[in-house]
């Protein structure tokens, strides 16, 4: 029978791991991720959890822990937080290239300088790229449904790649929740032991990593590649079977809040979909048909599902949290790719960007109005006058 | 008359973020005095951190301070020094900042021997994320991450830096405040790279979890448990044995990369 605790999104986390059989920890501490090692080794201390917890001697040393444990085939899991996740960022290439599909469990946390300890996705989105499964949970039940689901589809044979499992810091990671706890038999039937298809064996020895010659570059790099146009369709078997399994709910892909009749949303990952859920039924009670559209996975995009659901709308208005200096829209990250994805929508609705959630701030309903205002003016104009509005300092 | 730290404050970053009995603002303080009695000009000063509880240090002292990123202390330090040998710089890390994250520059910076002072703020603990045991926590005590004691064993600074090369290595504790004070300035003076191990407490994350009484306690603990080595020489064995060794281990002339690299300059006739 699944229990019900009270957990922030660090502890579900590490309850996520547990039930997931995790064999290899590997840590080194960081707030706001620090929470999550800290359950696991209390976990592991008290012989609930039977594995191997290293404390590496840096991020850089962690994350290689993970690659290594993977490559001899066990399930390993790390993680991080902000600088901790960009010092670690040599390993990532390697870890997906070698196509070691451990995980990281991603509490976000802004950049230095000047040392903030907030929640802001810059971190492990400028990781985005490497070839790691992302996306956000927004609570604390879903950090630790997602933990047990990305485990699945990275191990599946038709994927094979680390993710990063992320879930907003302070936030989510230290705001407890009601959170139900599936049934260990449960979770062994949805998720089987990792069977590394190529694991370090001296019976059978391989090698992982080799050196190899330009011309053999381009040949793994398209096989990665593929992979990730592979994982759309395991993401939808895998949700749906949890969805199943365990009496959730999930949609693959996306969130969506109140978008049935909708003239604009708010398009975002992470936790402030909770307040971006409050600000929509204000808004409606006004009068005002805004919506909210929730990204649950940043790789593999999924750009036919987003071109989809966001075609129905007259305004979309992404929110960042997170940095892209001197990038084309000049703020953020996600309105970059949602412009991508609306490029063959005919007549797509415009879309504009707001810099909100930085540095740990809170994207508060105040802002969520005054940006329902801009994108309203857009739904009406059909076109949108910037790329890119930093809330509370631009026009807003 | 009392020494007048205020000179050397910031006034406007204080209070400081420390906890009452954290032994780091004594270690400060030896530091201040230090500076003070070397007679060291503000401005051609430059103090480095990395990140922790002791790396907040140099954000209270009024001298050019730098707050890098964690375990870069000496890195970020030999870019200062190399860029204007002229300045004196001195570089404060945690245990776990010198010695876990930034062990690879600490041994590397051993071995070039730079003239730069480095003060390890040693407490035996992460104390700014919670407690996780160290490379400097005991073998067998309690951490945040070893609830039923730690499996590893202890780097000894000293002999670390012994071995890595560095031509000036001394301990001292937070309760031997003056002689900290006097080895810090021996070491500024010191042309070379100079490592003083200066031992101290954090009472909140390990002190309480390792039962060491209160913060005054944990101070006077140094007092009980140490011997200097000159009085060690001549003590029985007995009244050495499982005690620490503070003092000067090494202060020896060795050629200063600064200098060798000026002379590589010279002989190639470039312009430095
Ligand atoms: C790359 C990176 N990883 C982790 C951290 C988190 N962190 C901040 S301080 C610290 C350790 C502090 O311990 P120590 O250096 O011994 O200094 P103390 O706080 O005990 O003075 C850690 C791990 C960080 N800031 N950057
Ligand atoms: S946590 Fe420990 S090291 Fe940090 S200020 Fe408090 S007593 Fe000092």
Same mark, same amino acid.
């Given at each position: ?245 365990f009496g959730r709910n999930y949609d693959p892909f996306l969130e969506e809040y109140m978008t049935d009749d909708a003239e604009f949303v708010f398009f975002l990952q992470g936790g402030h979909a909770r ?39 007259k305004a979309v208005g992404t929110i960042e949290t997170s940095t892209s200096y001197g990038g084309a829209m000049k703020g953020g990250n996600l309105i970059h790719e949602v412009r991508s994805a609306l ?54 | ?39 060291l000009e503000k401005d051609r000063t430059v103090i480095v951190s990395g990140i922790g509880c002791a790396s907040r240090m140099p954000g209270y002292v009024d001298f050019n301070t730098l707050h890098t990123?964690? /375990?870069? @202390? ?8 190399? #860029?204007? +040998?002229?300045?004196?710089? *001195? !570089? ?72 890595? /090369?560095? @031509? ?8 031997? #405040?003056? +002689?900290?004070?006097?080895? *810090? !300035? ?87």
């Amino acid at each position: 029978m699944a229990k019900e605790m009270f957990l922030a999104g660090c502890s579900s986390a590490a309850y996520g791991a547990m039930l997931s059989r995790v064999e290899v920890i590997s840590s080194y501490p960081i707030r706001p991720y620090t929470g999550i090692m800290m359950e696991l080794s209390k976990l592991v201390a008290n012989g609930e959890l039977d594995a191997e917890f290293v404390h590496g001697e840096g991020e850089h040393a962690q994350v290689s822990i993970a690659y290594g444990a993977s490559a001899a085939g066990a399930r390993a899991y790390t993680g991080s937080s902000g600088v901790g996740v960009t010092y670690a960022m040599e390993c990532y290439s390697p870890a997906a290239g070698g196509r070691l599909p451990c995980q990281m469990a991603i509490a976000d946390r802004a950049l230095d300088p000047p040392g903030d300890f907030g929640s802001e996705h810059t971190d492990v989105m400028s990781a985005r790229d490497q070839g790691w499964i992302m996306g956000w949970a927004a609570d604390p039940q879903e950090v630790l449904d997602n933990t047990i689901m990305y485990f699945k589809i990275g191990e599946d044979a038709r994927v094979l790649l680390p993710q990063f499992c992320c879930q907003d810091g302070y936030f989510v990671s230290h705001i407890p929740g009601k959170v139900s706890i599936p049934d260990q038999k449960a979770v062994d039937e949805y998720l089987p032991p990792f069977n590394n298809p190529h694991p370090l064996d001296p019976t059978k020895p391989v090698s992982h990593g080799p050196q190899i010659f330009p011309d053999q570059g381009p040949a793994i790099d398209l096989q990665r590649a593929q992979a990730f146009i592979d994982t759309p369709k395991v993401i939808e078997e895998a949700v749906a079977d949890f969805n199943k399994q365990f009496g959730r709910n999930y949609d693959p892909f996306l969130e969506e809040y109140m978008t049935d009749d909708a003239e604009f949303v708010f398009f975002l990952q992470g936790g402030h979909a909770r307040t971006a859920r409050f600000a929509v039924n204000h808004l409606r009670e006004k009068g005002v048909k805004a919506g909210m559209v929730r990204l649950r996975f940043m790789r593999p995009f999924p750009t036919e599902a987003v071109a989809e659901s966001l075609s129905k709308f007259k305004a979309v208005g992404t929110i960042e949290t997170s940095t892209s200096y001197g990038g084309a829209m000049k703020g953020g990250n996600l309105i970059h790719e949602v412009r991508s994805a609306l490029y063959d929508v005919p007549n797509p609705p415009p879309v504009t960007s707001f810099m909100a959630g930085l540095g740990g701030e809170v994207v508060s309903l105040e802002e969520f109005y005054s940006m329902a205002k801009v994108l309203t003016q857009a739904a009406k104009d059909g076109k949108v006058d910037q790329y890119v509005y930093w809330v509370n300092f631009d026009k807003v | 008359m009392a020494f007048n730290y205020a000179e050397y404050i910031r006034p406007g970053k204080l209070p400081h973020i420390w906890c009452p009995g954290c032994a780091h603002g004594t270690v400060m303080k030896s530091i201040i005095r230090a500076i003070d009695r070397v007679g060291l000009e503000k401005d051609r000063t430059v103090i480095v951190s990395g990140i922790g509880c002791a790396s907040r240090m140099p954000g209270y002292v009024d001298f050019n301070t730098l707050h890098t990123t964690h /375990g870069r @202390s000496l890195p970020f330090s030999t870019g200062v020094k190399l #860029a204007d +040998p002229g300045l004196n710089v *001195i !570089a404060v890390a945690g245990d776990g900042d010198a010695l876990a994250i930034g062990g690879n520059h600490f041994i590397h910076t051993c071995r070039r021997n730079i003239d730069i002072t480095l003060i390890v703020f040693n407490n035996n603990i992460y104390g700014m994320t919670g407690g996780q045991f160290s490379p400097t926590t005991p073998h067998g005590k309690l951490a945040s991450t070893t609830p039923y004691g730690n499996p590893d064993y202890a780097f000894d600074v000293v002999e670390l830096a012994m071995g890595a /090369g560095a @031509s000036y290595v001394s301990r001292s504790t937070a309760y031997h #405040a003056i +002689p900290l004070e006097r080895q *810090i !300035a021996d070491g500024i003076n010191h042309k070379g790279f100079s490592v003083i191990d200066a031992l101290c407490t954090c009472p909140t994350t390990y002190g309480r979890r390792n039962k060491l009484g209160s913060a005054v306690d944990m101070i006077g603990w140094f007092k009980d448990n140490t011997v200097g080595i000159k009085a060690a020489g001549k003590l029985p064995p007995e009244k050495v044995e499982g005690k620490i060794l503070t003092g000067v281990f090494r202060k020896e002339e060795k050629p200063e990369y600064c200098d060798e690299y000026a002379k590589i300059i010279e002989k190639t006739g470039g312009r430095s």
